[in-house]
């Protein structure tokens, strides 16, 4: 019974995915994935990205923000990817498939960034959601951490920052440590991230 039901919930959610408005224009324009549009309507709003930038790119996989942040950059910019999914390959994109959070990880990205000054962090990671909130938004909020973290290490001044995470206990904690790095912290929710989701993004710009 309960496996029924969850095969029903899985149903309606994969009908509802493919009504999407998001999915269908992604499928139509040959995109990667639906995320494409939520960084397009952040872009347009804060103005991230520019010709020639370093940009990384956390919880790439499969690879919607960085095929949208390559066009942005142009060949003088650079990309490096990272996730502990597999993602096609994409031209002009370094891909490090791995943890970031792993030590020998994180090593190698930096190696791959090494000289260049970082223009921009991104973070679409998210965690494997068990539908109990409390769990989820901590969790959430922990990846949100790695790449604050990451952006301690490896951002230069006047950097941004990108970073999904889920409302809820923790988030008001978590956006005072955003801004004790960055001088402009804004919440973003733009159309294409559905609305019954919890999901909200941070943009932080000029680090301290």
Known sequence: M???????RSSGWLQKHFKDQYVKAAQRQKLRSRSW????????????????????????APGGWALYVKNKIGKTGCIVACDILS???ISGVNF????????NIFKI??????QKQVNV???DMSPNTTGISTIDVSRSIHLGNLA??????????RGAFLVKVFQGKGLDKYLCDVHSLFNIVRIRKPDASRSHSREVYIVAKERK
């Open 109 to 114: 990205l930096c190696k791959w960034v090494e």
């Open 96 to 103: 490090l498939k791995g943890d970031c959070s792993n030590p």
């Open 37 to 60: 549009f939520k960084l397009d309507a952040i872009n347009r709003m804060d103005a991230l990205f520019s010709t020639g930038m370093t940009v990384i790119d956390l919880g790439s």
């Open 2 to 8: 309960v496996h029924s039901k969850r095969s029903m």
């Open 87 to 89: 993602m096609r390959n």
């Open 148 to 157: 604050l973290n990451i952006c301690r290490s490896v951002l230069m001044r």
């Open 121 to 123: 962090v991104l973070s």
